[in-house]
């Protein structure tokens, strides 16, 4: 491994590391992580690589943690998505995730509606699919 890649690797771990981060700050929002958010978040850090070890770390160290936006334009969408879905997953948004998901979604260049219009296409899916995968794909179909 040269020098090259592994500021590369420790630039890819700051980005999942955030990404995680932003999931946890909506999760942590209302005042605790349930079930269904845990296991999302479990669920995207293993997509990451992350370890168990890695979440404890991340929660306890939120603040350590730097914004830093995914690569590309797909990547960002995703990780908007993600944190729309996570807001929506325990059936109840409090208006503290609608403001870090809005305060995300512009700082990587989107409007604060972005937000909005996820929740109405998501559960405007939610008829024909219940996978977050499956909903995602349905809805950048709709906007590619």
């Known amino acids: 491994m040269g020098l090259f890649d592994l500021f590369k690797r420790e630039d890819s771990d700051s980005t999942d590391k955030n990404y ?7 999760a942590m929002s209302d005042g605790n992580i349930d079930e269904k958010e845990n296991k999302f978040i479990n669920k995207i850090a293993v997509k990451f690589n992350l370890s168990n070890e890695d979440i404890t770390d991340i929660k306890s160290n939120l603040q350590d943690i730097k914004f830093r936006e995914p690569q590309n334009a797909k990547a960002r969408f995703q990780m908007v998505f993600d944190l729309v879905w996570l807001m929506l997953i325990d059936g109840n948004i409090d208006v503290n995730e609608i403001h870090i998901c809005s305060r995300v979604a512009m700082k990587m260049g989107y409007e604060p509606q972005i937000v909005e219009d ?27």
């Open 20 to 26: 995680l981060k932003q999931l946890i700050k909506v």
């Open 118 to 144: 996820l929740v109405n296409a998501i559960r405007n899916n939610l008829v024909d699919a219940t996978e977050p995968e499956a909903i995602y794909e349905k809805i950048l179909a709709t906007i590619e």
